[in-house]
């Protein structure tokens, strides 16, 4: 029956499948189904494989790869979909052609007339090599960062893991070895891309509460203990409170209920981005107070292909289970029949994906590299400095200068534990050089009810921001202008938990408090709140903020603690090509230096800068330094 199905009715898909709407699907089913098969295929008679084989897999497996190589001989992961369904069948049934095909993929094809997929991902190119090695060899950094994204490495991770062990348990290929063990080291990476919750970071598309507690993510620590014996992992799958049925999951209960786990302790980490290691990073800054996580992460790595955004240099940021500045992740139900089908929406490719999006610079109301998936797989930022060694000062610093020509973008990111605060304060530099002058904007997507500004506001009548590249999505709700000592302060809460942000700010500046949703009458898209520095006329110019997580209100006594933050103002007292200092100063009179060299990231160099009729010198590219009273 199978060869002379038809292909689905439904032409959404760049590849179509038969027996589901498109071939990921298929081979979905065919990775499942041939786990089931191999468990049966010694117990059928003989004229029954021989027809299975010749009728339904083998037609299946020249199906997903011969018949549609646009979807199988690419890196991304519906092709490792594709290239564990194919390889797997091929092992079950001993064939060696499926097997060699789903290692190192088709060979000789001509140029395809499907040049992208739905999410505008670049398909297969003559010189692009292909099959289930290149993915492992072009997909993942030698950290174990999968270059689509968290999301997206969680989805993969299965046919990954299943199918290495399949070719563990039948070759000498020594998979799990291969790259220097980087299949294993990515279920670590995909540990250390959650949030306090267990949560992925939900960078480029993604669905925001996605989590560890994935069958998919339990099968990957569940194989990885299998391999590993790391009895860090246990508490993992201890918390995860499930089980694959299998040899791994058996493994993993029996040594949980031996009590041999040990914590694990998600570290600050930078996971290098691209399969040499060369293309930038996802920086993760951690800190842990009375087991409370916080966490910041920045991205400043590749772009992500099909299912990457334009957000280079964006941050989102956690305080314990809380998002306090979000990444809007994608704009799309998944398996919601009601939203389009459950698939991405039109306002994924029109808002969620655009720089405005996302908590970094927007430069002329355009969106980095225009909005080009193709222009934006070609480039990469730089990691500038990195220091987590210190966890009263932890750093991670990175430069672009490609997202829009002419313009260099660096962005200084700090956590600051010091006893003056409950938690540690956020401390966020944002350089911007250019050769011309650009309008600039930052905004900041916060979660929760604003409280108070300390600047007056305007109603604008919901006015809409723009016309194009995310822009047209959002209202201005109302306006303000900087306050008199430069520094514009927002409060507001969320989940009982009290929040500040303060932002330098020039005269002329306009601070605009936005909102998701214009252009929207589907009601696709999350009415959040936004709050956005836009500064005109800029060639050499700086942003500086901090953030404060400082009190807590208690409904039941309708009482607040620590309602107010302790930054009363920032200054910058230098913006050169070569430098930017600002103090931050808080309300008990002390103040904080921050200096960055935004040129020089040598640790061993010293810098020097005046202060206060003071030479202040610093070994590094990095100065924190406190003053008291």
Not at 310 to 339: H, M, P, T
Not at 496 to 505: A, E, F, G, Q, R
Not at 545 to 553: A, K, P, Q, R, V
Request: glycine share 6%; net charge negative.
């Amino acid at each position: 029956m199978y060869p002379k199905l038809s292909l689905h009715p439904a032409k959404r898909s760049y590849a179509r499948g038969k027996l589901f709407w498109q071939c990921l699907n298929d081979a979905n089913w065919l990775v499942y189904t041939s786990q089931a098969y191999d468990c049966i295929y010694e117990w059928l008679s003989r004229e029954d494989r021989a027809f299975l084989n010749k009728e339904l897999f083998r037609p299946m497996a020249d199906f997903l790869s011969i018949e549609n190589p646009q979807f199988f001989n690419r890196i991304h992961n519906h092709s490792t979909w594709g290239n564990a369904a194919v390889g797997m069948i091929g092992l079950v049934m001993e064939d060696e052609d499926l097997i060699e095909r789903a290692l190192y993929g088709l060979k000789n094809l001509k140029s395809n007339k499907i040049s992208e997929d739905n999410d505008g991902g670049t398909i297969y190119s003559e010189n692009q090599r292909a099959g289930f090695l290149a993915q492992i060899d072009e997909a993942f950094s030698p950290d174990g960062y999968y270059t689509e994204g968290p999301y997206y490495q969680r989805y993969a991770m299965y046919p990954f893991l299943i199918f290495a062990q399949a070719l563990s348990n039948t070759s000498d290929l020594k998979i799990f070895e291969y790259r220097d063990g980087v299949l294993l080291k990515a279920v670590y990476a995909l540990i250390n891309l959650t949030n306090g919750s267990g949560e992925f970071f939900p960078i480029n598309d993604a669905q925001k509460g996605m989590s560890f507690h994935a069958h998919s993510v339990v099968a990957a620590v569940d194989m990885a203990y299998y391999q590993s014996k790391d009895p860090s992992l246990l508490s993992i799958a201890k918390e995860q409170n499930t089980v694959t049925l299998d040899i791994n999951g058996f493994t993993v209960a029996r040594d949980i209920d031996n009590n041999k786990y040990e914590p694990y302790i998600k570290p600050s980490i930078m996971l290098t981005d691209g399969p040499n290691g060369n293309s930038g990073a996802i920086g993760i800054l951690r800190s842990y107070n009375n087991e409370e996580e916080t966490s910041l992460l920045m991205k400043y790595g590749k772009h992500g292909m099909g299912h990457g955004h334009f957000d280079k240099l964006s941050f989102c940021y956690y305080v314990g289970r809380e998002e306090v500045i979000q990444d809007y992740g994608a704009a799309r139900w998944v398996n919601i029949k009601q939203k389009d089908g459950g698939g991405y929406l039109n306002e994924n490719k029109s808002w969620a994906k655009q720089t405005i999006a996302h908590n970094t610079v927007t430069i002329d109301e355009k969106s980095q590299f225009k909005a080009s998936v193709k222009t934006a797989d070609l480039f990469s930022p730089d990691s500038f400095f990195f220091s987590s060694d210190n966890q009263k000062v932890q750093v991670m610093s990175a430069v672009d200068e490609n997202s829009y020509p002419g313009t260099r973008l660096h962005r200084t990111m700090i956590l600051l534990n010091d006893s003056v605060f409950s938690k540690p304060l956020l401390i966020d530099l944002f350089n911007v050089q250019s050769d011309t002058a650009h309008k600039v904007d930052l905004p900041f997507y916060y979660l929760g009810q604003l409280l108070e500004v300390n600047f007056q506001l305007s109603d604008q009548k919901s006015q809409i921001l723009g016309d194009d590249y995310g822009f047209q999505h959002l209202r201005v709700e109302a306006k303000g202008k900087s306050p008199e000592n430069n520094s514009a302060q927002l409060s507001w809460i969320k989940s009982n938990k009290i929040y500040t942000l303060t932002s330098y700010s020039d005269p002329d500046d306009e601070l605009l408090l936005t909102q998701i949703g214009a252009h929207d009458s589907l009601f696709n898209l999350r009415r959040d709140p936004g709050f956005m520095i836009r500064r005109n006329n800029s060639k050499n110019t700086s942003f500086v903020n901090t953030l404060e997580s400082h009190g807590n209100y208690s409904p039941v006594n309708e009482r607040p603690v620590n309602a107010y933050g302790k930054v009363d103002n920032i200054t910058i007292i230098q913006n050169t090509q070569d430098y930017i200092a600002t103090t931050i100063q808080l309300i008990d009179n002390s103040r904080w230096l921050i200096a960055i060299s935004l040129k020089d990231n040598n640790k061993s160099i010293t810098h020097k800068i005046d202060y206060r009729n003071e030479k202040i010198s610093w070994q590094g590219p990095v100065l924190v330094k406190k003053f008291s009273k």
